[in-house]
């Protein structure tokens, strides 16, 4: 795209910059100085010509050496060095050709390329080129703007991802080591069954001593086989840590249905809409958000549907379901298909198994305990 917008840039300066009446003046000079090289070369082919064909007569006219009594006759002398004379001439003829061959080739390529310049300004329409520039300027920002964006996202997934992946680091190596051990401790133990006497059995003690600082190597192995165990009960899990937070990481969510009457409470104590406000406050504008409630959160919180919707702010749709009906099919509804919608609940929606949201999973867990907001899914840990 930058490519394109500096090519684009620079024909339209081009376009602004070209002077037609200088190049007009170029034309009928090039034209002028190709007619003049041509004349100058069809004279100088005919002048080469005539000397040729003296040359050829001249020739005509000598005696072969071995005719020695008329070869140094004064006649074969003078003709010897007229011949001479006329090969220098038509040498220097020839070089006269090539060299205006050469201006001639190089006129008529600037006449060719001034031409060219001329109907290429006059076929660009410059209107077209310079919408087509700003369009493809507004597509560049766009492009800068999404590149800043996924760096911004690419960084955030190495900071969560990256503990995690650093502590596989160290349990993979510390399971090569451990292995590592094992092999060394069990070339010691054949040694042992090896030595022939209580010296040389002495002195490998010695040396899986300093190397392990226990000279058994039964007692290395069985140590390190069972840290092999243990590390090979947790890297699965650290695997497993990583699938799901990259599984998290990849979650696009473009709309958060919140389960109203769930989120007021704490354990079994309704504490009003501090825990929503902050879960608000939290989300900032990272997605939209609409807020459903029962019909009974006007009673809990002595207010309307308006007072409800006041206290929440008019960032959020807040909706309050009809009396005597429950609000969950509509949190099912609201969501819809979309599957950049989730909703945030504890339920667990059995019987709206039918519903998109539920099929595919789409219902994000919460908890409220000591004062805090969790949402692991969301990465919101926050104080109420």
């Not at 900071?159 to 451990?178: A, N, Y």
């Not at 699938?243 to 389960?259: A, G, N, Y």
């Not at 819809?336 to 595919?360: C, I, M, P, Q, T």
Request: hydrophobic residues 35%; contains cysteine; glycine residues 4%.
């Amino acid at each position: 795209m930058q490519e394109t917008q500096r090519a684009l840039r620079d024909s339209i300066e081009s376009h602004k910059a070209f002077e037609p009446e200088v190049e007009l003046g170029k034309i009928k000079r090039f034209e002028s100085t190709s007619v003049g090289l041509s004349q100058k070369i069809a004279d100088e082919e005919v002048y080469k010509a005539n000397l040729e064909n003296r040359l050829k007569d001249t020739r005509a006219a000598q005696t072969n050496p071995l005719v020695f009594w008329k070869f140094f006759t004064a006649e074969q002398k003078r003709l010897r060095v007229e011949a001479s004379r006329l090969r220098k001439e038509i040498s220097s003829v020839n070089e006269h050709l090539m060299s205006d061959n050469e201006a001639l080739s190089k006129a008529r390529s600037d006449l060719s390329s001034t031409q060219k310049r001329i109907s290429e300004h006059e076929c660009f329409n410059l209107n077209e080129a310079e919408t087509q520039l700003a369009a493809i300027q507004q597509k560049t920002r766009q492009i800068d703007s999404d590149l800043a964006a996924a760096k911004a996202e690419l960084k955030r997934i190495e900071e969560k991802i990256r503990p995690h992946s650093q502590e596989l680091d160290r349990l993979e190596s510390e399971l090569e080591t451990f292995n590592s051990d094992i092999a060394k401790a069990d070339r010691f133990d054949r040694d042992l069954t090896a030595a022939e006497n209580s010296y040389e059995r002495a002195m490998i003690h010695q040396e899986c001593e300093e190397k392990f600082g226990s000279g058994s190597p039964r007692h290395v192995i069985n140590d390190r086989r069972g840290k092999i165990r243990r590390l090979e009960n947790n890297i699965p899990k650290v695997e497993r840590r990583i699938r799901d937070e990259l599984k998290k990481l990849d979650r696009t969510i473009s709309h958060l249905v919140i389960d109203g009457n769930n989120a007021c409470y704490e354990g079994q104590s309704f504490i009003g809409l501090r825990g929503i406000s902050a879960l608000l406050g939290a989300l900032g504008d990272r997605f939209k958000v609409t807020i459903v409630f029962d019909a009974s959160i006007r009673a809990m919180l002595k207010t309307d549907n308006q007072g409800v919707e006041k206290l929440l702010g008019a960032k959020v749709a807040t909706h309050v379901a009809p009396t005597k009906t429950a609000a969950d099919e509509y949190l099912m509804k609201l969501a819809g298909k979309g599957k950049n919608a989730f909703v945030l609940s504890n339920d667990r929606f059995a019987e709206y198994h039918d519903y998109d949201v539920v099929k595919s999973r789409r219902v994000l867990r919460f908890l409220i305990a000591d004062g805090m907001f969790m949402a692991n899914e969301l990465d919101i840990s926050i104080r109420i």
